[in-house]
């Protein structure tokens, strides 16, 4: 109802009632109920599923456990399951009670099929029409209840353009380190909510005034704070904004490219230091990613499938500058390539990477394989393979490896 009062095609349409799951499906003979702790009906119609959830009311014992919220609005939020002994929130209720459990006014709205009128219980036409996001209820108690609020309500106000309401702005600040009491699990989802969504950028600057941002990325937040040669880092800004181009074109973004490049900036710092006390380039990347890995799987889960191709996405960095011989064919036809071609360009963006080598690396794509193999043979013989070679035959010591090996 939110979207189409904004003039904005939905993606999905939730649908409540006051009938009770065991009702629903008695109704359809192609529904079955799905989670435990907020018991749901699917109803297959053809190829698409549409969701139905029964009116519910606020657990009476709601302070002994946290409300989710994953329920409350869009239908990817959905929460299925929870671990065994979790209270039972399958507590029914009137419409006017489900109104007032939701999260914020605007996704608080009913739409009734019988005569097409819009049912607002808490004040959320007024506030779509005026562009603000306000909780229900009291701002404060309900992001005790779920630290998770405070990402949502940054979520839909970066996604609606809308501004916060001053009370349910206030608390954030002094309230965000809650969230580290939030499954690392739990908080991976929600990053890809976060910037998985088209509005990523507007979403990053958000998190970062409300001091947010530093309980999901804590070490990317304190290389933030350092700026070379006098100007920001903005690696992050640019892929976040890259990301954003990409998921508004319909174009497919991967989890693996967006931790890469969210984790890179404390990657290059530790990569860095390992190399002034003279470790070598190859080592000082496996040792700083091993190190920045582990820290950032205190805050937020990555699952291997991510983490695996984010740490080669890396390594590919020094490699891509090793062109000599059968090299550059090799790493053309790794599977990694494209991803990591990407991420110098982001690199070479920003001025961390040297234009140059982008630039080869793009025309290398381009041409045919007998100009490929006069691109290599031009690379040897204005030093870059004969200097690589050069360092092989003295064995230098790891202090004079170059930084990328």
């Not at 699917?42 to 549409?50: A, K, N, T, Y």
């Not at 990523?200 to 990317?220: N, S």
């Not at 174009?251 to 230091?273: C, D, I, N, S």
Request: charged share 30%.
């Amino acid at each position: 109802m939110r979207d189409l009062m904004l003039g904005r095609e939905p993606k999905d349409f939730d649908v409540v009632t006051d009938a009770r799951p065991e009702q629903i499906r008695k109704l359809f003979h192609n529904a079955r109920i799905i989670g435990r702790r907020f018991r749901l009906v699917h109803v297959r119609f053809g190829w698409d599923i549409i969701e139905v959830a029964t009116f519910r009311a606020i657990p009476r014992d709601i302070s002994e456990e946290p409300l989710s919220t994953e329920e409350e609005t869009e239908g990817e939020d959905v929460e299925h399951d929870s671990p065994a002994g979790a209270l039972d929130h399958n507590v029914f209720g009137s419409q006017e009670e489900d109104a007032v459990r939701r999260d914020f006014t605007v996704n608080a709205l009913y739409y009734d099929i019988h005569d097409f009128s819009v049912i607002d219980y808490v004040g959320g036409v007024p506030d779509l029409k005026a562009g603000i996001l306000r909780v229900i209820g009291d701002p404060e108690t309900r992001y005790r209840e779920d630290p998770v609020r405070m990402l949502r309500a940054v979520r839909f106000a970066a996604k609606l353009g809308f501004k916060l309401e001053e009370k349910t702005a206030a608390p954030i600040c002094d309230l965000a380190p809650l969230l580290a009491s939030v499954p690392p699990a739990r908080m991976f989802e929600e990053v890809l909510k976060l910037f998985h969504g088209g509005y990523a950028l507007e979403t990053y600057e958000l998190l970062r005034h409300y001091g947010l941002f530093q309980y999901l990325f804590p070490l990317t937040e304190k290389s933030l704070e350092h700026e070379e040669g006098g100007f920001p880092v903005t690696l992050v800004p640019r892929a976040l904004a890259n990301t954003d181009a990409r998921v508004n074109e319909d174009k497919p973004v991967t989890p693996a490219f967006l931790f890469a490049a969210l984790l890179w900036e404390p990657v290059r710092e530790q990569m860095g230091e390992h190399i002034m006390r003279g470790m070598n380039g190859h080592d000082a990347m496996f040792r700083a990613a091993e190190h920045v890995l582990r820290e950032q799987l205190r805050h937020v889960t990555i699952p291997k499938r991510f983490s695996v191709p984010m740490r080669e996405i890396w390594s590919m960095q020094g490699r891509l500058e090793r062109r000599a011989g059968q090299q550059a064919f090799r790493l053309l036809e790794s599977k990694r390539f494209r991803a990591a071609y990407d991420f110098l360009l982001l690199r070479a963006e920003t001025g961390e990477a040297d234009q140059a080598l982008a630039d080869w690396w793009t025309r290398f794509q381009s041409v045919g394989e007998n100009e490929r193999g006069v691109m290599v043979a031009e690379f040897a013989t204005s030093g870059g393979g004969g200097k690589r070679r050069r360092r092989r035959r003295r064995k230098p010591s790891s202090s004079q490896a170059s930084r990328h090996e």
